[in-house]
């Protein structure tokens, strides 16, 4: 670690595994600085898609109803064996040698996101459930790996989400642009980075589901052919349905104010059915479905920025799987006045983003830096998340 410490530059991987839980993102950066004269210069970024078995033990225990100590703890080092074939393959691309990496930071795969507190045995418990065990990429490579990331700015009161805005504040802000920056994963994150703004200032939240309701909706009707809705394409064949549009814009969480995170437990397979269920009134087309999630995803983004936003951004810049979107990115274009962009506009890769944002908060943890931001998350304080395996 003091060896650490004392370098300039770093060469570090970030891992990210997402809700929709379709593979492993890895990306290496040389960072130089930390804090606000952090520098990230990237080196190679692969996207490792699950085993259909993987995927489907994924979705089994992340319902909140499945799985046993055994289950856990194998699925654990499974993921932990896998997050070091992806720094292994993310280094081959990059042609940078295994052991010329400084450091890792790994997300792991959130399994159960608790951030309200629920009845436990007869007490309020909060809490959080990421998975992949940390040791292994540290035993593979040789360094030190920061994991674990979202249980201390819960323990801080925060809801541990989003955490990717610390990174964006120090990669993306604009002196004198009030720059919004939405991710559309498995679920969808919003972040307002205003003008002149300090990291204080920032504001993120999740918008509701960005790909997880599609996903799922594709899958059943292609009978696991299709995990996901190419180009847009299939959306584009039908046409979304005002009034079963309307009950899904009725779902509570839009309008509950941020700060405010969810995940699959709230937009997982009971509320796909549920929307099967309304869709079936109206004897709507599987195209007309997946059209009327589409826009859905799209209708719950513009909402966020027309109602949770301090100020409205001059721009929006899209990333994650939903920037391969056309068909949402038209909606969503239609909804906005401002441009809407995505991260390749701006010289940045889509694909890639939160994975570096993990690289970044390691290297915040390792120098003793608080990596929240309070006003994002809640939190009564800053603190320094994740814990360090060596």
Not at 302 to 309: G, T
Request: charged share 20%; net charge negative.
């Amino acid at each position: 670690m003091l060896d650490l410490l004392s370098k300039e530059t770093l060469r570090v991987i970030g891992l990210m595994s997402g809700t929709s839980a379709d593979g492993l993102d890895a990306a290496l950066v040389e960072i130089t600085g930390h804090g606000w004269e952090t520098r990230v210069k990237p080196l190679g970024f692969v996207s490792l898609p699950y085993s259909e078995a993987v995927r489907g033990e994924i979705l089994r225990l992340a319902g909140g109803e499945a799985g046993g100590s055994r289950d856990l703890t194998l699925f654990s080092f499974l993921l932990g064996q896998l997050s070091l074939e992806a720094c292994l393959a993310v280094c081959e691309k990059a042609g940078v040698s295994p052991q010329e990496v400084d450091l890792v930071g790994s997300h792991g795969q959130t399994l159960y996101h608790q951030p309200t507190a629920v009845d436990y045995l007869g007490y309020p418990v909060r809490g959080t459930l990421q998975l992949g065990e940390p040791s292994l990429i540290c035993e593979g490579l040789g360094c030190p790996v920061v994991s674990d990331f979202r249980g201390r700015d819960l323990a801080a009161g925060g809801q541990g989400a989003p955490l990717v805005p610390y990174a964006e504040y120090l990669l993306y802000r604009q002196e004198d642009l009030n720059v919004a920056l939405q991710n559309i994963g498995g679920i969808g994150n919003l972040t307002l980075l205003p003008a002149h703004g300090t990291p204080e200032d920032t504001l993120a939240f999740d918008t509701g589901p960005g790909n997880m309701v599609m996903d799922q909706l594709m899958e059943l009707f292609t009978g696991g052919g299709a995990r996901f809705d190419q180009d847009g394409a299939f959306a584009a064949r039908g046409q979304a349905h005002p009034e079963v549009l309307s009950w899904l814009l009725s779902d509570p969480y839009l309008a509950q104010r941020p700060p405010k995170t969810t995940g699959r437990e709230v937009y997982g397979a009971a509320f796909v059915e549920a929307l099967i269920r309304k869709g079936k009134e109206y004897d709507l087309s599987p195209e007309d479905l997946v059209a009327t999630a589409t826009r859905f995803t799209a209708e719950c983004i513009a909402l966020a920025v027309r109602e949770f936003l301090p100020a409205q951004p001059d721009y929006l810049v899209v990333g994650g799987g939903g920037s391969r979107n056309p068909t949402l990115l038209r909606d969503l274009r239609s909804l906005l006045p401002m441009p809407v962009k995505i991260n390749e506009d701006l010289g940045y890769d889509g694909d890639a983003k939160e994975a570096v944002a993990f690289a970044v908060l390691a290297n915040e943890c390792v120098h003793g830096i608080c990596n929240n931001v309070p006003s994002v998350t809640g939190a009564a304080h800053p603190v320094v998340m994740g814990k360090i395996s060596i």
